[in-house]
């Protein structure tokens, strides 16, 4: 019931820029927290940026004055803005929402990610 769907990914070059979207559908009450996370291959997947309900984000150090999170609430979307893109910042990319249902449950959704390849 709930879905989220990752767009923006693609292959660059190192020091180009690139946006990714992600846009929340379903039946639910609320979105508390939105984020996203990726996953390098043979690594485990690791918190990008977040962004809670009250609009505060937090970054990884490794992409702190890079990357920023935004959000349009009207759109049910959350972006990820990434500069100075570097090679290791390769990976799948997945958006991430904390979401509180109509019956008030809160659950964690995931979408399916997109391939971000940064060539040197």
């Known amino acids: 019931q709930v879905r989220l769907v990752e767009s923006g990914g693609g292959l660059v070059q190192a020091g180009e820029s690139l946006r990714l979207s992600c846009v929340v559908s379903g039946s639910f009450f609320s979105i508390n927290r939105m984020g996203w996370y990726r996953q390098a291959p043979g690594k485990q997947r690791e918190l990008v940026a977040t962004m809670h309900s009250g609009d505060d984000a937090n970054y990884a150090d490794s992409v702190k004055g890079r990357f920023s999170i935004s959000r349009d609430n009207a759109k049910n979307t959350v972006y990820l803005q990434m500069n100075g893109l570097k090679p290791e910042d390769t990976a799948v990319y997945y958006c991430?929402?904390?979401?509180?249902?109509?019956?008030?449950?809160?659950?964690?959704?995931w979408g399916q990610g997109t391939q971000v390849t940064v060539s040197s």
């Open positions: 991430n929402a904390v979401v509180k249902l109509t019956t008030g449950h809160v659950y964690s959704y």
